[in-house]
């Protein structure tokens, strides 16, 4: 991999894509790529990793600084970020550096600028967490060769382990670079890991997660016919479930077919990835067929099974019959969990049924057992789709309210903000953008989509190329379509001179150079 000056790198980045804050200057050179090209710097201190227990005392501070960080980061612009960091009293240390990356996961640039300001800090410790973390959020802004560069220093340091090649694996493959994933995961042994059976498993489920199914069988096919491995059960596993989520019943049966053939026996994961596969089918006669098969083969079914058929027969809208498996399910011994009693939360929206699905909430309530927030985001869901807004905005001030575990997230939030642009009430969508960046939250792509379009229908043609900025500077890339609904409403507004401003800050973001 050519090496490349981080400084000329981040000049280029920033600049393109419109930075013009004191905080992102290139110039302030982050201390990882330094020791990577020089004399190790005694100042920074290395560990492999930070995943020892935490006191929950500790773990709520740093819960809490790492909010208060990524507030910050999305209030404030200019020089006024770096000067709110340094005087906002947190304590830096692995496990805030960590929490604050994972929460900048959507937002590449903002990761990279914090772990830039972090390491420059009393208390700033490289380890291989943070790093992944930082891969990942780089990764989904598609800068591999500033991952590689971090890779780089990583091997240096002796932190490089298998997980890191999964985690630049999974990047490409998500950006539909097949080629580059299979590259990288032969480059394992220049690092001195030797691939094993349960890495070429991972590999393949990779891809085939990344809705390359195809792709990855071609894989297990190459890779069997060359002999480079032998598969086990969980590697038809893995195609089976790819098969399944893809609704290819034909290709599934097939590799079922052929694991028999092998001499491997369906296990219970084997028989929950079948009966999930018929779910998604909308084919839940088939998926009892297979639980019952499984039964009188002295198979135990998992709660996750029943979870999977509640789910199904949910959604066909077989309600009576979703109750059957879920006290079934009770009947069974297991202990209740939450997964399970969401599914019958959606059974009974499904069926329009709201008043039971709260009722079920009550009884986790009484059990305790939850609620979470998964929980009302399924509830505000199907509230939205049966037309009831007002009482899915109900739902959603009720979890405002909650001090546990039922606070909105980022998926409730762009539910939210998704139903107000869509009903031409955008300033309620804007109120709730601006309650999200209060407490930290990091908007995703789709959020950005559903408000610029919702400003664009309201002709608000200013502020909609703002949040178009602003989805620049994240480093998000805007879907095709986005922007050129953008940019017709420019043109149609008579801002030709805008359009025109806009089209060559994004190509310059899809061309830069560090994107492969």
């Known amino acids: 991999m050519p090496q490349r000056s981080y400084t000329s790198f981040a000049k280029r980045t920033h600049d393109d894509i419109g930075y013009r804050n004191k905080f992102y200057n290139p110039r302030l050179r982050p201390g990882f790529y330094r020791s990577a090209h020089s004399v190790a710097d005694p100042q920074f201190v290395v560990v492999p990793n930070t995943r020892e227990e935490t006191p929950v005392s500790d773990s709520i501070r740093v819960s809490k600084d790492a909010e208060k960080i990524c507030r910050i980061l999305l209030t404030k612009t200019g020089s006024s970020v770096e000067s709110s960091l340094d005087d906002s009293g947190v304590a830096v240390s692995p496990a805030l550096v960590e929490e604050t990356l994972k929460r900048l996961s959507n937002a590449g640039m903002l990761a990279l600028a914090f772990f830039r300001w972090a390491e420059k800090r009393n208390g700033f410790m490289y380890t291989t967490d943070s790093f992944h973390y930082l891969i990942e959020a780089l990764g989904k802004i598609k800068q591999f060769r500033l991952i590689w560069s971090l890779v780089d220093f990583m091997r240096l340091r002796g932190l490089v382990t298998k997980e890191t090649f999964a985690l630049v694996i999974r990047r490409y493959a998500r950006a539909r670079k097949i080629k580059e994933a299979i590259e990288t995961f032969e480059k394992m042994g220049n690092f001195g890991l030797r691939p094993e059976l349960s890495d070429y498993n991972r590999l393949i489920d990779t891809i085939s997660k990344s809705k390359q ?183 959603f001030q009720t979890m405002e309210k909650d001090e546990d575990c039922c606070r909105p997230q980022l998926n409730t939030y762009t539910m939210m903000v998704t139903l107000f642009c869509s009903n031409e009430r955008v300033d309620m969508a804007l109120k709730m953008w601006k309650q999200m960046s209060e407490k930290g939250i990091v908007p995703c792509m789709h959020m950005f989509s559903s408000l610029i379009n919702g400003l664009c229908y309201e002709n608000r043609l200013d502020e909609a190329c703002r949040y178009f900025q602003e989805m620049l500077d994240k480093g998000i890339r805007p879907p095709g379509q986005l922007f050129s609904k953008l940019k017709e409403a420019l043109v149609d507004g008579s801002r030709k001179d805008l359009a025109i401003e806009m089209s060559l800050k994004l190509d310059r973001l899809r061309n830069n150079p560090l994107d492969d």
């Not at 069988?217 to 038809?236: A, H």
């Not at 290819?248 to 077919?257: F, G, S």
């Not at 052929?258 to 998604?280: R, S």
């Not at 079914?301 to 399910?329: D, M, Q």
């Open 213 to 395: 199914v195809k792709r990855a069988q071609e894989l297990f096919d190459e890779m069997k016919r060359r002999k480079k491995f032998m598969p086990n059960l969980k590697t038809y596993t893995i195609l089976l479930e790819g098969w399944g989520q893809e609704r290819n019943l034909t290709k599934l049966k097939k590799v079922y077919k052929e694991m028999i053939d092998e001499g491997f026996e369906p296990d219970v994961v084997t028989y929950g990835i079948l009966i999930n596969a018929f779910c998604k089918s909308e084919m839940c006669d088939e998926a009892i067929r297979i639980y019952n098969e499984m039964a009188a083969s002295n198979c135990e079914p998992t709660p996750h099974i029943y979870c999977t058929l509640i789910n199904g027969l949910g959604s066909e809208k077989r309600l009576g019959e979703a109750l059957k498996y879920f006290e079934l399910s009770k009947a069974s011994g297991f202990t209740p969990e939450v997964p399970t009693y969401n599914a019958v939360v959606g059974s009974y929206c499904g069926a329009a049924r709201f008043d039971d699905a709260f009722a079920v909430v009550n009884e986790m309530k009484r059990i305790g057992i939850g609620p979470n927030s998964r929980t009302y985001d399924i509830i505000i869901h199907h509230l939205i789709r049966a037309g009831k807004a007002e009482e899915a905005y109900r739902v």
